[in-house]
């Protein structure tokens, strides 16, 4: 009980807020870009079946540090009444890779699993890399939030990339189809969640906002936020989907890339052993 209580008063702890390119965010892209190294260099041995068990035991872990983050901003400031901070409702483009981590986990190998492991391995892989790379203003003064935060987004790359390693994902364009109807659905499921909390009310007193697709709400997404009030709710919305495909292509191409560079580097190896 004493351990529980000092690592509870650790994640409690307040202290500054980080920066952006500080040498807290620099730590934890550090930590990203190892473990990442790492996942791929062992991936490749991994089974299917290992693999599958790593993807549903990290969706576990990011799903229950939710669960810390989502207690922590409903009693805040030593409160014992519940007061829901509604803006961090659990259904932003950056929490879906929990719940599809856990359906990829449950679910048998065949054409959902691999749309799921798909989607992981594009449209999350970017979703996460933008917050690693610019966090702009997810860190907050809680040490336990920045640390939840930081595991969350920084393990969307690692699984990501680990997934294209073990060949769990292949290299290939018809990819990128796999993960469509996944985002389709995230994306649909986020727009009702957004009438849903206009016609309830929700939206007169709160920032409720998921995906930052809302008509009713304010957009902070660096770009796409120039476009969120200059065009029809519609026109947007079909914009936000096109775009964030083309950076799930990105991505796929990017690692088709790096994996074409990973194969000449070990066929150069022989000849040089030779020379």
């Known amino acids: 009980m004493e351990l529980w209580k000092t690592i509870l ?4 702890t307040q202290a500054a807020t980080p920066t ?26 991994h089974s299917s079946k290992t693999v599958t068990n790593v993807v549903l035991g990290t969706a576990i872990l990011v799903f229950l540090l939710e669960i810390y983050k989502q207690i922590n ?6 409160s014992v009444e519940p007061v829901y901070q ?21 679910i048998r190998k065949g ?40 595991i969350c987004h920084g393990s969307m790359v690692v699984i990501g990339a680990y997934l294209y390693a073990s060949g769990h994902v292949k290299l290939h364009f018809k990819t990128v189809l796999k993960a469509m109807p996944v985002f389709a659905v995230c994306v649909c499921i986020a727009v009702g969640l957004n009438e849903w909390a206009h016609a309830v009310g929700i939206t007169e007193n709160h920032n409720f906002n998921m995906f930052y697709v809302s008509p009713y709400g304010e957009c902070v997404l ?7 009030n ?7 919305l079909f914009i936000y989907i096109l775009g964030f495909t083309a950076a799930a292509s990105v991505i796929l191409l990017m690692a088709k890339g790096i994996a074409r560079l990973g194969r000449k580097q070990r066929h150069r190896r022989p000849e040089a052993v030779e020379a």
């Open 9 to 12: 008063a650790f994640l409690d």
């Open 20 to 45: 952006t390119f500080g040498a807290y965010h620099i730590l934890w892209l550090t930590i990203m870009t190892v473990a990442t190294v790492l996942a791929v260099v062992f991936g490749r041995r």
């Open 73 to 78: 901003f409903t009693f805040q400031d030593g």
């Open 86 to 106: 509604w803006y961090i409702f659990p259904w932003q483009f950056c929490s879906t890779p929990m719940y599809i981590g856990l359906l990829a986990g449950i």
């Open 111 to 150: 054409r959902i699993h691999d749309s799921l492991c798909a989607y992981l391995s594009t449209y999350a892989i970017f979703a996460g890399l933008a917050v690693m790379i610019y966090p702009g203003n997810v860190f907050v003064e809680c040490v336990g939030i920045n640390i939840q935060t930081m």
């Open 222 to 228: 660096p770009v796409y936020s120039l476009i969120h």
């Open 230 to 236: 200059a065009v029809p709710f519609p026109v947007n």
